[in-house]
């Protein structure tokens, strides 16, 4: 399996490629990873370095991808967080390339937005262009709550609230779709819900809320879940595999009191989970 992964990339730490990256390589996927910023480290420590890259830089690496006439055997595009909307029309670009040359590759947009109690935090423009452009031409999207709750224009306080939200983005184009954490009304206070939904049936699973703030863990979630789904063809399975090693290497990085994710470390929960969680039809 061959994934073209665009998204940011980060010289200290684990966010964007380099919280996707490693992770599908584990698993046994040959990943290209394009970088749409390279900073010296993430932007949640206030401070960094670096630059963001423009679409033309994009299309140049694509096209140089393509002329080693591998195109074909790329089996989906994963994007995360686009750095401009002049960097997203690039990467839809890349998906229709890729798609005329392998219909039946995936694309998993992650529509990195904002968050819960952060609002948003990228660059104006980028919001609408993940709603309006973006999201309807992906295959797989895999927003969190605040992301979801923008991209249906309502909030989802419940779970009905959130199926809805789900059913109405999923009407804009992608068939699947993974709210990679979820607390509503139902929600236990020491938990946190993951949604998957495909074709009419949607799916929860819940794992124990750890007590840390880092960054990058849906970077590393998205890629998980493309590569599961790939494989099994099921946003159920891909849900169960997915969330058993994002909670395991969470897990370890909250145990060690680490600011960074603990990709390398806790590189064993890729490919054997230490725990695993139900998967419910709801």
Known sequence: MNVLSIQSHVAYGHVGNTSAVFPMQRLGVEVWPIHTVQFSNHTGYGAWRGRVFDGAAIE???????????????????????????????????????RAANPAALYCCDPVIGDVGRGVFVRPGVPEFMRDRAVPAADLITP??????????????????AKRA??????????????????????????IDMLAAEGGTVWRLRTPRLSLSVNGAGDATAALFLVHYARSRSAGEALG????????????????????????????EFVSPSRTFPVEAV
């Open 60 to 98: 140049e690496l694509v096209e140089g991808i393509a002329e080693r006439g591998v195109l074909p055997s790329c089996d989906g595009v994963l994007s995360g967080y686009m750095g401009s909307a002049d960097i997203g029309g690039a990467i839809l670009a890349a998906v229709a390339r890729v």
């Open 166 to 191: 789900v059913a109405a983005v999923q009407a804009t184009g992608p068939r699947v779709v993974l709210v990679t954490s979820l607390h509503t009304a139902e929600t236990p206070p020491d938990s």
């Open 241 to 268: 595999a997915a969330a058993a090693s994002v909670f395991g290497l969470l897990r370890r990085t909250a145990e060690a009191g680490s600011r960074e994710i603990l990709t390398v470390a806790a590189q064993d």
């Open 144 to 161: 969190n709550q605040f992301e979801l709750d923008y991209l249906a224009g309502t909030p989802s306080r419940t779970l009905a609230d």
